[in-house]
């Protein structure tokens, strides 16, 4: 499964932290519910997402039950050392929300089927394909200013490119975050972040 979006039957996505509340990853309805079977949830948060009803209990009749709320921390899966030294993944769908689908140059907002990646700097002329040297941006501009830098083409940049942090980074894979999820994630979202605006 994709971790850009929810899942393919239209469930809605848990959001797993570690203990100390760090979020890690998108986790399936499935997947959460086997960390609760095998007791691996260290505590939970928001609202009850799903109710997984299992057979009847042959001593007291009792149909067996388990629930996942929206946000769990997984016992034991803390943070390695240096993960946040590292840049988020750079996929166009992210890329595409952190700037709200507008394009870098003409300031147009145009369905993400209609936009592209654009280098800066061009990887041909040593630019690299991170966060920081690539914007989104209309395929005609893209076009127009084909393999030259912002000023040779004389397109200014109308924003300037930046690294999401962890929590914007999990809000920009998944496009059906629930309300709780949400308020967790954007607690820690830093103010200069275009999720803000």
Not at 15 to 41: C, F, M, N, S
Not at 56 to 70: H, K, P, W
Not at 111 to 118: K, N
């Amino acid at each position: 499964m994709s971790t850009y979006g929810a899942s393919t039957r239209g469930e809605p996505l848990i959001l797993e932290v570690d203990p100390a509340g760090t979020p890690r990853r998108w986790l399936l309805l499935e997947e959460a519910i086997t960390y609760h079977a095998k007791h691996q949830v260290a505590w939970s948060l928001g609202s009850i997402v799903r109710t997984f009803h299992g057979g009847l209990s042959r001593t007291t009749g009792q149909r067996s039950e388990l629930s996942t709320a929206s946000i769990i921390a997984i016992k034991g899966a803390g943070v390695r050392p240096g993960a946040f030294d590292r840049e988020p993944t750079l996929v166009n769908a992210a890329l595409f929300v952190r700037d709200r689908q507008v394009c870098a140059y003409c300031a147009t907002r145009i369905r993400e089927r209609e936009l592209s990646r654009d280098h800066i700097v061009p990887l041909s002329r040593g630019g690299e394909d991170r966060w920081m040297n690539v914007v989104t941006a209309c395929r005609a501009c893209n076009s127009k200013k084909d393999n030259r830098t912002p000023e040779a083409a004389r397109m200014p940049l109308l924003y300037l490119p930046y690294v999401p942090n962890r929590h914007e980074h999990m809000i920009l894979q998944n496009r059906r975050i629930l309300s709780d999820q949400m308020q967790y994630l954007m607690a820690r979202v830093p103010r200069h972040s275009r999720l803000h605006g």
